[in-house]
């Protein structure tokens, strides 16, 4: 089934293609300068997360395309972001005063760790041992300057340690200095204190909190004072989530995924579960058809370094145009006009010469002339800093599309998604859950899968899964970014985005290939960045490019037509990587004055309150992985602005509660004291836990589904 594939770390980027903010530890000490400085090879790329100086620092990135997966967090003044890059771009922000405090993945950890997956899978299967295992496994006081007012104070116990998180406001909202400090105590008396971190968005102040914080045990009293004199109430700590779904049955079948599953994979395994399942399982081809894994063809016509023109095929280099070749030459003669031709897959040039038979084309008339008498073959760009310069002869070069992949199809991709149900004719509540927009993210499909299959294997055997599936319309659809996700497993692991290019000029150069591509998750037309909102970016380089407008790609309009197209889906949730967030609409706001998408009503956000609490719960059965109540809520709140992004798109134009995931949360490290981030590509045992405790959160929005359902019969 699975096969040799090549590898190839792709080495460089062009310009930041990823920024993942993520939480520095206010209250816990922000991290030391390591002993050993991290650094790595120039041309070796890795996701670093990086104490930067100040916020400036972050703005600057931002503003070179850097795309954020987590929110920004700062503490006195730093911050810290987990950031893909390039050593020479770890090196000048080490220079520019950053210091880079842990590699939470190189470049070539993601094919490793795939191939240890594959390995560790054939020996399972060899020996026999085959998956799935069954059965187990608040006002304020008063004060001299500033009040104090609760907003949240919750603790939680996992894997046997007791952590406590507060979130508290000041109404000296404008005082950048104030120092919020909380006290707690134990029920056996044991006391402590840890400071806050104010938290500011989009240059407006939100509140003060800190991150989960050790305690010896349940918490029962919590204070907090200020700097100026500030004094909160006393509030006793809520235990979150405080819900728990049903236990398993004995029997209960689970543990269906044991290696990463590239898209080709993911095929397979949705006819073999179409196959198996008959009588539970529709496969549905979603109606547009990706470019699939396919590039234009390109060549240096000359050398980069001195003078070149970029010449790229029109066609894809598998439509016959890999290996055409391209130069110039010169006629050897006096007073020849610039002549192009094309012959036996060969693209010849021939240089302009003056009186003395000396060549006189420059770059920009090689390019004019190619583009004029072979544009149904051809495109050609200067390349950037080569404009005006003499053309020299050249060549022959071969065009190349320069993809990896020998086992990938290059053809258009046809995304499916599986629809599970006994009655699948719209009757009953429709549930969506979606995975892999973002290409690199390789656990999201597994969770989406791992929940599709113990809904369809445990229909057979438990009365209770059978009944939800009698209930409720299940739609997954598991790779929504297939050719991207082709691309990340076998050219350039951290690919985000899909494989088109709107690139213009000399943004074409091959040398930015890594970083051409939709950001499909801000491609959607709700709080789109063509409306004003923030969080998307108009940069075909960038890490976060919208598109040419909204819906121009083919896997948005995939979501957008399967959800249209089945008006019974009334809950949906979005599977994305990593950090450990629940997330709910609005999910952008325009910059000036921060004004969000409209809140939901106080029903609605009850609503999604409570399922998110029963649903965080269902996912700390599997292994004790809480999700912090301070990640859990509407994205612009708990994570930052993400415009045209496609939960928005379901929520307010077509009514579903749809839900976003972070899978992969933070680990904590009782050693060092820190939560440590996994990465978009963790070893495979760390991507076997999340695709089994998140998929029995799906589970659990399908009991949330049928429970919505059963209310609104009884009411309606
Ligand atoms: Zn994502």
């Given at each position: 089934?699975?096969?040799?594939?090549?590898?190839?770390?792709?080495?460089t980027?062009?310009?930041?293609?990823?920024?993942?903010?993520?939480?520095?530890?206010?209250?816990?000490?922000?991290?030391?300068?390591?002993?050993?400085?991290?650094t790595?090879a120039?041309?070796?790329?890795?996701?670093?997360?990086?104490?930067?100086?100040?916020?400036?620092?972050?703005?600057?990135?931002?503003?070179t395309?850097?795309d954020?997966?987590?929110r920004?967090?700062?503490?006195?003044?730093?911050?810290?972001?987990?950031?893909?890059?390039?050593?020479t771009?770890?090196?000048?922000?080490?220079?520019?005063?950053?210091?880079?405090?842990q590699?939470?993945?190189?470049?070539?950890?993601?094919s490793?760790?795939?191939?240890?997956?594959v390995?560790?899978?054939?020996?399972?299967?060899?020996?026999?041992?085959?998956?799935?295992?069954?059965?187990?496994?608040?006002?304020?006081?008063?004060?001299?300057?500033?009040?104090?007012?609760?907003?949240?104070?919750?603790?939680?116990?996992?894997?046997?340690?007791?952590?406590?998180?507060?979130?508290?406001?000041?109404?000296?909202?404008?005082?950048?200095?104030?120092?919020?400090?909380?006290?707690?105590?134990?029920?056996?008396?044991?006391?402590?204190?840890?400071?806050?971190?104010?938290?500011?968005?989009s240059?407006?102040?939100?509140?003060?909190?800190?991150?989960?914080?050790?305690?010896p045990?349940?918490?029962?009293?919590?204070?907090?004072?200020?700097?100026?004199?500030?004094?909160?109430?006393?509030?006793?700590?809520?235990?979150?989530?405080?819900?728990?779904?049903?236990?398993?049955?004995a029997?209960?079948?689970?543990?269906?995924?044991?290696?990463?599953?590239?898209?080709?994979?993911?095929?397979?395994?949705?006819?073999?579960?179409?196959?198996?399942?008959?009588?539970?399982?529709?496969?549905?081809?979603?109606?547009?058809?990706?470019?699939?894994?396919?590039?234009?063809?390109?060549?240096?016509?000359?050398?980069?370094a001195v003078?070149?023109?970029?010449?790229?095929?029109?066609?894809?280099?598998?439509?016959?145009?890999?290996?055409?070749?391209?130069?110039?030459?010169?006629?050897?003669?006096?007073?020849?006009?610039?002549?192009?031709?094309?012959?036996?897959r060969?693209?010849?040039?021939?240089?302009?010469?003056?009186?003395?038979?000396?060549t006189?084309?420059?770059?920009?008339?090689?390019?004019?002339?190619?583009?004029?008498?072979?544009?149904?073959?051809?495109?050609?760009?200067?390349?950037?800093?080569?404009?005006?310069?003499?053309?020299?002869?050249?060549?022959?070069?071969?065009?190349?599309?320069?993809?990896?992949?020998?086992?990938?199809?290059?053809?258009?991709?046809?995304?499916?998604?599986?629809?599970?149900?006994?009655?699948?004719?719209?009757?009953?509540?429709?549930?969506?859950?979606?995975?892999?927009?973002?290409?690199?993210?390789?656990?999201t499909?597994?969770?989406?899968?791992?929940?599709?299959?113990?809904?369809?294997?445990?229909?057979?055997?438990?009365?209770?899964?059978?009944?939800?599936?009698?209930?409720?319309?299940?739609?997954?659809?598991?790779t929504?970014?297939?050719?991207?996700?082709?691309?990340s497993?076998?050219?350039?692991?951290?690919?985000?985005?899909?494989?088109?290019?709107?690139?213009?000029?000399?943004?074409?150069?091959?040398?930015?290939?890594?970083?051409?591509?939709?950001?499909?998750?801000?491609?959607?037309?709700?709080?789109?960045?063509?409306?004003?909102?923030?969080?998307?970016?108009?940069?075909?380089?960038?890490?976060?490019?919208?598109?040419?407008?909204?819906?121009?790609?083919?896997?948005?309009?995939?979501?957008?037509?399967?959800?249209?197209?089945?008006?019974?889906?009334?809950?949906?949730?979005?599977?994305?990587?990593?950090?450990?967030?629940?997330?709910?609409?609005?999910?952008?706001?325009?910059?000036?004055?921060?004004i969000?998408?409209?809140?939901?009503s106080?029903?609605?956000?009850?609503?999604?309150?409570?399922?998110?609490?029963?649903?965080?719960?269902?996912?700390?059965?599997?292994?004790?992985?809480?999700?912090?109540?301070?990640?859990?809520?509407?994205?612009?709140?708990?994570?930052?602005?993400?415009?045209?992004?496609?939960?928005?798109?379901?929520?307010?134009?077509?009514?579903?509660?749809?839900?976003?995931?972070?899978?992969?949360?933070?680990?904590?490290?009782?050693?060092?004291?820190?939560?440590?981030?996994?990465?978009?590509?963790?070893?495979?045992?760390?991507?076997?836990?999340?695709?089994?405790?998140?998929?029995?959160?799906?589970?659990?929005?399908?009991?949330?589904?049928?429970?919505?359902?059963?209310?609104?019969?009884?009411?309606?």
């Amino acid at each position: 089934m699975i096969v040799r594939r090549r590898w190839t770390a792709a080495a460089t980027t062009a310009i930041l293609v990823s920024a993942v903010l993520s939480h520095p530890g206010p209250g816990s000490a922000a991290p030391a300068a390591p002993a050993n400085p991290i650094t790595l090879a120039a041309t070796e790329t890795a996701l670093v997360r990086v104490q930067l100086r100040d916020q400036a620092q972050l703005d600057r990135l931002v503003a070179t395309g850097a795309d954020l997966a987590n929110r920004p967090r700062a503490r006195d003044g730093r911050i810290l972001a987990d950031l893909v890059l390039s050593g020479t771009q770890l090196a000048d922000l080490t220079a520019q005063g950053a210091t880079a405090v842990q590699i939470v993945q190189r470049a070539g950890d993601g094919s490793r760790h795939f191939a240890e997956s594959v390995r560790a899978a054939q020996t399972r299967t060899r020996a026999g041992l085959r998956a799935p295992a069954s059965g187990q496994r608040t006002t304020a006081a008063a004060a001299a300057v500033d009040t104090l007012q609760v907003q949240q104070a919750y603790w939680w116990t996992t894997s046997g340690q007791t952590f406590l998180q507060a979130q508290l406001a000041t109404t000296a909202t404008d005082d950048p200095d104030v120092e919020i400090t909380v006290s707690w105590r134990t029920a056996d008396g044991a006391t402590g204190s840890f400071p806050l971190s104010r938290f500011e968005d989009s240059g407006e102040y939100q509140y003060h909190y800190a991150l989960p914080q050790p305690v010896p045990s349940r918490p029962v009293q919590l204070t907090a004072t200020s700097s100026l004199g500030g004094v909160s109430r006393a509030v006793t700590p809520s235990l979150w989530p405080n819900a728990a779904p049903p236990a398993l049955p004995a029997g209960y079948q689970k543990d269906f995924i044991d290696a990463y599953l590239t898209p080709v994979d993911i095929q397979a395994r949705i006819k073999r579960l179409a196959r198996q399942y008959r009588d539970l399982v529709d496969v549905i081809d979603l109606p547009n058809q990706t470019q699939g894994y396919r590039r234009n063809a390109a060549a240096y016509l000359g050398d980069p370094a001195v003078a070149a023109v970029v010449v790229e095929s029109v066609r894809f280099g598998d439509q016959g145009m890999n290996g055409v070749q391209v130069r110039t030459v010169d006629p050897g003669r006096r007073n020849r006009p610039l002549t192009v031709s094309y012959r036996d897959r060969v693209l010849t040039v021939t240089l302009a010469t003056d009186t003395a038979g000396k060549t006189v084309s420059t770059t920009d008339e090689v390019a004019a002339a190619i583009n004029a008498r072979q544009p149904n073959r051809f495109r050609a760009t200067v390349e950037d800093g080569s404009a005006g310069l003499p053309m020299p002869v050249a060549g022959p070069a071969r065009l190349d599309d320069g993809l990896q992949g020998t086992e990938v199809p290059a053809r258009p991709w046809t995304v499916q998604a599986l629809r599970l149900g006994v009655h699948r004719d719209g009757s009953r509540v429709g549930v969506l859950a979606y995975s892999q927009e973002h290409a690199r993210e390789w656990a999201t499909p597994l969770v989406t899968l791992e929940f599709a299959e113990r809904m369809l294997a445990n229909a057979r055997t438990d009365p209770a899964t059978r009944e939800l599936l009698e209930q409720v319309d299940v739609f997954v659809i598991p790779t929504v970014n297939p050719d991207g996700a082709n691309y990340s497993f076998n050219d350039f692991n951290f690919q985000r985005k899909n494989l088109v290019n709107h690139c213009v000029g000399p943004a074409r150069d091959p040398k930015n290939r890594t970083s051409w591509g939709v950001d499909i998750n801000r491609n959607y037309t709700v709080g789109s960045y063509f409306d004003g909102y923030v969080g998307a970016s108009a940069n075909c380089l960038s890490g976060s490019y919208a598109g040419t407008a909204e819906l121009s790609e083919a896997e948005s309009r995939n979501v957008v037509a399967l959800a249209e197209s089945h008006p019974n889906i009334k809950f949906a949730m979005n599977v994305h990587s990593y950090g450990g967030y629940f997330m709910w609409p609005p999910g952008a706001y325009r910059a000036d004055g921060r004004i969000t998408l409209p809140r939901p009503s106080i029903d609605e956000s009850t609503l999604f309150l409570n399922s998110a609490r029963r649903i965080v719960g269902a996912i700390a059965q599997e292994r004790g992985t809480v999700t912090w109540p301070s990640q859990t809520g509407p994205v612009a709140d708990v994570l930052y602005s993400a415009a045209g992004n496609s939960a928005d798109q379901l929520y307010y134009e077509l009514g579903i509660f749809a839900w976003d995931f972070e899978v992969g949360n933070d680990r904590w490290n009782a050693t060092t004291g820190e939560w440590e981030g996994v990465g978009f590509q963790p070893p495979f045992d760390e991507a076997h836990g999340e695709a089994q405790e998140y998929a029995g959160g799906l589970v659990e929005m399908v009991r949330v589904a049928r429970d919505y359902a059963a209310a609104q019969a009884a009411t309606g």
